[in-house]
């Protein structure tokens, strides 16, 4: 075989493994970093007014279809009455789910990304998106 071609399959291929090992150091530098950004339930009140994603298990699940804008709440790892932390989803905003959030996401963990509110003291996000929400393995 020919040294120049030789030469330059050497080149490729050193040039696809050079790639590949960026890629995969990209790959798991976001990883990390979006790791870095999540919150646990417990630590959201510290992120008041900041957009964070809050992971949890959603311990208790409701939808208050006579209440006043209909609310579906959604609280993360400890159960209403003593919620550390809740997702809410507006009556006008639950068409745009597949399935009852109440019911689609009780007992699973996800993480939710929005902006935390204070709401009497609790921390909460608002979701007006599907997108918002994310299932996790459990």
Same mark, same amino acid.
């Given at each position: 075989?020919?040294?120049?071609?030789?030469?330059? %399959?050497?080149?490729?291929? /050193?040039? =696809? &493994?050079?790639?590949?090992? !960026? *890629?995969?150091?990209?790959?798991?530098? @976001?990883? /990390?970093? =979006?790791?870095?950004?999540?919150?646990?339930p417990i630590d959201a009140h510290k992120y008041i007014g900041m957009e964070k994603t809050v992971? #949890?298990? !959603? =311990? /208790?699940? =409701?939808?208050? !279809?006579?209440?006043?804008?209909?609310?579906?709440?959604?609280?993360?790892?400890?159960?209403?009455?003593?919620?550390? *932390? $809740? !997702?809410?989803?507006?009556? /006008?905003?639950?068409?745009?789910?597949?399935?009852?959030?109440? $019911? @689609?996401? %009780? #007992?699973? %963990? +996800?993480?939710?990304?929005?902006?935390?509110?204070? *709401?009497? #003291?609790?921390?909460? +996000? +608002?979701?007006? &998106?599907?997108?918002?929400? +994310?299932?996790?393995?459990?």
């Open positions: 075989m020919d040294l120049g071609v030789m030469s330059m %399959r050497k080149t490729i291929k /050193s040039l =696809a &493994s050079f790639i590949f090992l !960026v *890629f995969a150091f990209l790959v798991c530098a @976001s990883d /990390s970093i =979006a790791q870095q950004e999540h919150v646990n992971c #949890g298990t !959603v =311990a /208790s699940a =409701a939808y208050a !279809v006579r209440t006043k804008g209909r609310p579906t709440f959604l609280n993360l790892d400890r159960p209403y009455p003593k919620q550390i *932390f $809740t !997702v809410l989803i507006w009556g /006008s905003d639950r068409n745009k789910f597949q399935n009852p959030p109440e $019911t @689609s996401f %009780r #007992g699973k %963990r +996800i993480c939710v990304t929005g902006i935390i509110e204070d *709401f009497r #003291g609790k921390p909460e +996000i +608002i979701v007006r &998106s599907p997108d918002q929400i +994310i299932l996790k393995p459990q």
